[in-house]
Structure formats: structure tokens, C-alpha cells
């Protein structure tokens, strides 16, 4: 067990976090190096002897030290922005295992990737295309690209985080696809490696998968009949976690079937997890501050609000909320709610706790969007981040001052 109580207290990886959140500032994040290496291998342990990049998606959990953790486990990386580009260069990445997805590539990031060599740009558009097509000649290469196809599939998933829909902005529409491919085989800028799709996140069964993937590869096998060969099929990532008991995806069982729709076509399979990566990996460990009774509703206050974690308000989403230390007195219902001025703050409603003013909370599966998805709204620091790692503890980020929040605004009054 990862987590679990002894004498009432409870543990995350051989860890008292009852001990651990007395001597340390409140709110922190803390990651679990076991569990995220876990995944990883059993993702790579999945393809057996097929062809594979596993491109980590950046946006899930960017801090460098995960990063690091996963670059040296071989790990590649989808990232979404230059930002993201410059942060795994500095985990020691290897920018040939890089692909650059998302909608709105800027001159300036498609500059900086072409000048780091990275693996590939997943295209979403013929601006896009042509954008990069530009840059390459002027800079006297070729780009390397994938175009992302929007598979029209339906996903059961909130829907903030649907991609592979006719009305979301990713993605190309099918039927203009071999005619976008055709028109790229033609740019002396343009050398077309791959085809990608992305349907979604928090992905709880396979079908979807299967039913994209079974559309790409007729479009694979039409390519390859007009003399446009691809090297690689990306099929994204958005393998769901357990939030709430739900059954997941088994890997091994998702990659094999996928595999098996390849067949006997020479095709590197890769994938861009994140969640199914890091999400289990992370607790926020809060203090109670206030307990607020009212004729309506029973608050556990907290000093970690929607500024610290933006699942709850944004995406309604469920996290798992446990007492650090069980207290032998009778539980009641409790809304968990953060400092913050806005009614959306909220970590979780209507929880059965045990909990007094001053007590530690701990949220669980955090790990990916967690941190991510922070910000300083109400001139609030972000915070520490830790992992645990060989039974120690590490800081991986030190919480904001209010002078770092401060020092890029200009007062011109």
C-alpha cells in the first residue's frame, strides 16, 4: 500500500505526513517517486518488442524534477508551448524524442524547436502548416511534422476535456486530410513523418481508441497507396485515473489491442500519457483553518483553495479528501472549502470527516493538473512541492514570495 493509517496517522510512501505537514508550511504538494516510475515502466513493459516513443505530456505536471525523473527513464515528451520546450532541455530531455502539439504554435516557438532538432510538430491547421513550411526554408531545413486528425469519436469524459470532437478546436477534419497530405509532400520545407490523434482525457474504456485508431489507419493505408509513407502513428494519450473507485484502463491490455490493429505495418506506436503517469503520484496535505457552522451546511476551511487546485471548480471533478490523523470523535459532513473569495472555492462537498480546527487534510491524486493549473489569484504564493524518494523527503520547489509575485509589475503612477 501506498497510502495507509498506522495508529491513526497517516503514511504516503513509509511517510508521516502527520509529522511532516507539523514541521512544514501548509499547503504542499507531495509526489511519490515510486508510483511514477511504476507507471512509466509499465507502460514501456506494455509494448513488449513493438516500435515505441513514450512522449510524456508536459502539461499534466511540469516541474523539473519529474522531468528529470522521467527523462533519465527514457521517457520522451509532448509539449504544448516553448515554456514547456525549455523546461525539459533543462531536465536533460532528449529533444529527439520531442513532439510539439497544440493549436497555436507561435514564429517564435517554431523557431526554437526547429532549432533544437526536436522529433516532430503535430500540424492542426494549413495556416500552421504553411507557417512552419516558411520558417524551415528560411532556415534552410525541414521540418518534421504529423498532422492531427479529429476522428469525430464521442467520449464519456467532461466535456472541458473532449479533443477529438467535430466542434473542439484541435484536430483536422477527415475529410480534408489526404488532400492536406498531398499539398505537404509537396513543401521543400515539410518532411511528413507521422499522423496523430487525441480524443480526450480521463478516458475510461478502450472503444474509443480502437474506433479512432481503426479510421487513422485507413487513412495510413491511402497514404501509402499514393507514395506518402508514415513512419509513426501517434495515438495521444488521456488514459483515465481512479478518483473514485472506478475500473481503468488495463496498459498492457490497451497496447496489445492496439498493436494488434497495426498488424504487420512498419509503424513506431507513440503514445503521450500524463494523468495515467502522475496524477496517483500526488497528495495536497491542507490545515483546516476555521470550522464555520450554519443552519444549511457544516465548512472545513482550508488554507489550500482553488488557487492551489483548480479541478474541483473547473471541472466539477471528485478528489478524494482524508483525515492525517483520525481522531477517536464522531464524523460529521463537511463542504471542504479554500480562503479564497469566490463561492466555486471548493476542494470537495458533502465528506464524512472526522476533523477539528487546526487538523491536516490530505487530497488525493493530484499529482497531475494539481500544481499544473496554479496561480497567484489573491496575491497567494504558490506553493512547496516535494517528493518522496528513497524513504526521504525533497523539496522540488519552494513556495512563492510575495516580493517573486510581485517584482515583474511596473508602477508607472
Known sequence: MTMDYKDNI??????????FAESNQTPFYLYSENIIKNNYNSYSESFGSHSHNICYSVKA???????????????????????????????????????????GKSEEE????????????????EDELNTINKIAKQKKTKANISFRVNPAINVNTHPYIT?????????????EIISLYEYASSLDGISIVGIDFHIGSQIMEIEPYLASLIKIIAIVDDLDAMGIPIKHIDI????????????????????????????????????????????????????????????????????????????????????????????????????VVGPICETADFLGKDRLLSISQG????????????????????????????????????????????????ENEIKFI
Open 236 to 335: 495521444g494519450g488521456g488514459l483515465g485515473i481512479s478518483y473514485e473507485q472506478e475500473s481503468i484502463v488495463d496498459k498492457k491490455l490497451f497496447l496489445s489491442e492496439i498493436i494488434q490493429i497495426i498488424g504487420d505495418r512498419k509503424l513506431t506506436l507513440v503514445i503521450e500519457p500524463g494523468r495515467s503517469i502522475v496524477g496517483e503520484s500526488g497528495l495536497l496535505v491542507t490545515k483546516i483553518i476555521n470550522i464555520k457552522e450554519s443552519s444549511a451546511k457544516s465548512f472545513a476551511i482550508t488554507d489550500a483553495g482553488m488557487n492551489d487546485l483548480m479541478r474541483p471548480p473547473l471541472y466539477q471533478a471528485y478528489h478524494s479528501i482524508k483525515e492525517v490523523f483520525r481522531q477517536p470523535i464522531s464524523k460529521a459532513t463537511y463542504d
Open 163 to 175: 479533443t477529438g470532437m467535430r466542434d473542439n478546436k484541435f484536430g483536422i477534419e477527415q475529410s
Open 10 to 19: 497517516l503514511y504516503f510512501d513509509d511517510i508521516n505526513i502527520l509529522e
Open 61 to 103: 505536471n511540469s516541474n523539473l524534477s519529474i522531468l528529470s525523473l522521467l527523462a533519465k527513464l527514457g521517457s520522451g515528451f509532448d509539449i504544448v508551448s516553448g515554456g514547456e520546450l525549455t523546461r525539459v532541455l533543462r531536465a536533460g530531455g532528449d529533444p529527439t524524442k520531442i513532439v510539439f502539439s497544440g493549436v
Open 359 to 406: 487538523d491536516f487534510l490530505a487530497i488525493e491524486n493530484v499529482g497531475a493538473y494539481g500544481f499544473s493549473l496554479a496561480s497567484n489569484y489573491n496575491t497567494r504564493p504558490k506553493i512547496d512541492e516535494y517528493i518522496v524518494s528513497n524513504n526521504n523527503v525533497n523539496k522540488i520547489r519552494a513556495r512563492d514570495t510575495i516580493d517573486q509575485i510581485l
Open 110 to 125: 517554431i523557431i526554437q524547436a526547429l532549432d533544437n532538432n526536436i522529433m516532430c510538430f503535430n500540424v492542426e491547421s
